[in-house]
């Protein structure tokens, strides 16, 4: 059986850790959508970073140079509109390799990584 | 290089030996228990020595290895470690030392050595196509650029394995094509292609004999064989529409072909966008069952006495790994070697398995007969494993 409990969100939101999660996010959505645009708290920003580096780095590259995937540096994404890449980001690019996030990431996190992406993620996390 | 701070005792003075040099006759040893590990996201190796399980030495110097790969010369004293930014380096295990490296592309994903052991080729995404060198000097020879997809730039070479005959084959990822390169002469190689093989493949490999070539497809369910014996049959569709039927889940990471487990008269693949691993036989190349695992498969790997099959996860169910009971064809054991395990790799006769935890900072050595925890090792976001039995394996 498996027993240690993994760090990262569940993507089956019905067991009770991850409903209570799947809870404070929608919370922290709501919260979000009322103050637009609102960053999250550090140690989020921290998480969302890592798993930009760390996950969206399985295709895209962990200095997000491009892989399999395109590259998301500023460059790359220069003529891209910050709301299509959030977009992008929760709902995937169907017909493409590009899975949806969604249940990792809130809205308004891609909407915050979207925005960092645009202005480039500097160098922590390498 | 450096002799390390983080060097125990024991690896300490191995290391105190290799520094000394081949000169004196203390410091003779074999490479046929060495390896290596990426550390991925500093750009160095350590090299290991799964006898002792113990680190021998770090050595810097490779670049971005946050995709990396290596293939070993023949007489497992140089490795050949391929950089996500399309540097190749040549690193020699017994000096512990960069002994001749080029950044020959802007961005690849691995490499092969040809079955002389004279010709390293470099897959590479970025110019896409592949590039030959001298495995000596690291030389170019020969240059093979790939078919534009259709966005108009050359496709993303993937999947390249080395066939008997000096021969590299590989698929591109928007052409949706394989491609087998003679190299028999190498600054002339010969290129046969096979068209229209599938959508997208991902990933490739050969089986251990060398005879077929096998591409993963992401954009559509199934695989593509090639026979090397018998190319004028062309690329056969195989597993077609596995899993039809049910919903494909999303994939936030690509499986890995290469290293991948025949065991038992079966290989065992990972499905695309399922938690399962899919078992063919590999006399008909039909499907005889689909194992339910703890999520999609990255690596599905055979202990080398093919009585187990060990598969790891992606995210985010990347802190299990799962063993799978050959006979059983069922999964008779799970562990938490700890967080974002990225790979795994058996001892030459498997009696021992090491794993990379990423996020953990430590590699962790099993016994693959109790399951029992062996040794911890430190080392820096650890990703690919590769020890030095593969110099004697085709396609590794």
Redesign the interface.
Known sequence: MLDARSRRPSPAPHTGRAGCRLAAALAAAAVATAAHAADPPPAREAELVRLVRQDCGSCHGMTLRGGLGPPLTPQALADRPEAMLAATIIHGRPGTAMPPWRPFVTEAEADWIASRLKRGLGDDGR | MAASRFLRPAGALAAAVILAGCASPASVRGTGDLGLVIE??SGSVQIVDNTNRASLARVNGFG?L??AAAVYSRDGRYAFVFG??GGLTKVDLLQARVVARTVQGG?S?GGAISQDGRLVAVAN??PGGIKIFDAATLELLAEVPSTPGPDGKGA?V?GIADAPGNRFVYSL?EAGEIWIVDAADPRHPRTTRFRDVGK?P?DGLITPDGRFYIAGL?GEDGLVLVDLWDTGAGAKRILDGYGRGGEKL?????PHLRGWAMAGGYAFLPAIGRDEVLVVDAKTWKQVAAIPV?GQPVFVMARPDGRQVWVNFA???N??VQVIDVAALAVVQ?L?PG??VLHMEFTARGDEVWISA??DDRLVVYDTASFERRAELPARSPSGIFFTWRAHRIGL
């Open positions: 991925r996201a971005d946050s995709h996500r930014d961005n994903i995404y970025e993303k993937v990822f997208q991902y992401f999303p994939v936030y990471k690509m703890h995210f985010p169910k802190d299990t799970a938490k967080r974002t990423r996020d």
